[in-house]
Each structure stands twice: as C-alpha cells, then as structure tokens.
C-alpha cells in the first residue's frame, strides 16, 4: 500500500517474501507512530532481549547538555536506555551549533527543552526528566540520587570537579563518567577511556584546551562523547544484579 512500510521482524521488506511461524509483522504510515511494543521489540532485535531489558532498567544523569551532553543523550536514547535525567541552565545558541545536537530553530530555548524535544522524536516513550538549574553543592546529592550512572559533560573545570567530588562524597553507590580533552581535530585515537578509579572513569586526552585555535569542534567533541555513552551503556551491561 502507498504510504505504508512493512516491518518483517523489525526489517524492511522489498517484493515478494515467504513467511514462516514465529515471524513478526509490522506495518507502519508515514504519518503513524510506533508503540511502545514494536520500538522494544526492534530494540531487542538488534540487542537482544536479555541485554535491552538492562538498557530498559538503567536510570542515567547527564549534567551539562552542550557539544558532549547533548550527543550522549542521542546515543543513550537510541541505544535504549530506559530514564534520563537531565541539568542545564544555558539556552541554545547560534554558536552552539557548530557542535552540540540542536537546530537554528531551537535557538534562544532551554537546552533541558530543546533536547528532551528531540528525545522524544527519537523515542516517545523515553522515560526523560529535565530541570533547567545551575548544579551546585546543595543540589547535586537530590538531583543526581536516583540515577546509578552520573555522566558528567560541563565545559567549565570547576564544574566538572565540583560535580565529581560532590557525587563521589556524598552518593557512595554512584559511578561517575567524566570528560577531559576533546578540542581541535585530529588524532582521534588519542581519545581514550580511562578507569581512575572503582566509581570514577574519564574519557579523553586529558590534556588542556589550547590558548588559541583548536578550539572545540564537532568530530572531535562527538567522539568523547560516544566514549562516555558507549561506558555507560558497557556499565549497564555488565553491572552485577
């Protein structure tokens, strides 16, 4: 039918196929959105059921939604992952756009809206939480207590150590990704992921952001970003019932 997409188990299917019992079909308009079921089944398909079901329990805090933020929120939403929550106090742009996940059409909105938005568009049944706030000592411990996995993506230093200090000292049972040295381009094999600790990984060169030029730039902020997702979900994975 004109309009239509046949999913034969969570595939496409072109011409003529033979069925056989246990196979899975799914028709889908251009202007329909899938349910809830068919979005796991497909997830399941390319997973596995065993693995998305603990994708499907994870609950993931990522403070700072700009060039790395934003783009771990993509990946984990795409992956599966069950809840995000999400902190940032900025508004979106014009000089953003070289390097986080946003459109000129969401210039001058909240970060937090503008990317729960998008989410959305990806997964309608995202479990997502946003609060547009600047973190701070206080705060951190109630905003960041639900979530196993605290994913840190400020471009400030001081930001990013007060956030690893304070999740480290005061929420014992939560690991923290951290980001450091993603700018310029090139060498991408220089961004690595690194354990510093039994809760506390960093992803990046970790060297300093140069005085002038080489300033950070697309490529090289999503591939420090997909590091501190891919670790997330890894974690998720691998985490012990």
């Known amino acids: 039918m004109a309009g239509m997409t046949v999913l034969i188990n969570g595939r496409p299917c072109s011409g003529n196929i033979t069925l056989k019992d246990g196979d899975d079909i799914t028709f889908i308009t251009a202007t329909s959105v899938p349910s809830q079921e068919d979005i796991v089944a497909g997830l399941c398909r390319r997973h596995t059921q065993a693995i998305q079901e603990k994708l499907n329990k994870a609950d993931i ?6 060039g790395l933020g934003s783009h771990i929120a993509v990946h984990l939403c795409r992956s599966g992952i069950g809840t995000l ?47 547009t706030v600047r973190l701070t000592r206080d705060n951190i411990p109630s905003l960041c207590s639900s979530s196993s996995i605290v994913i840190e993506a400020f471009d400030d ?55 002038s030029g080489g300033g950070l730039m697309s490529a090289r902020v999503a591939i420090c970003a997909a590091h501190e997702a891919n670790l997330a979900i890894q974690l998720c994975i691998e985490k012990k019932p």
């Open 61 to 66: 805090t990522i403070a700072g939604l700009g």
């Open 157 to 211: 230093p001081k930001a990013k150590a007060l956030l690893v200090n304070t999740v480290l000292s005061e929420l014992e049972e939560t690991t923290v990704i951290s980001a450091s040295g993603m700018s310029g381009y090139g060498r991408s094999n220089d961004i690595r992921t690194r354990r510093i600790s039994s809760r506390l990984y960093i992803c990046g060169d970790e060297t300093p952001r140069p005085a």
């Open 85 to 131: 929550r999400l902190y940032d106090f900025d508004k979106v742009d014009l000089c953003n756009l070289n390097r986080q996940s946003y459109f000129l059409s969401d210039i001058g909105s909240y970060k937090t809206e503008a990317l729960s938005n998008q989410l959305r568009l990806i997964n309608p049944y995202l479990r997502v939480y946003t609060k």
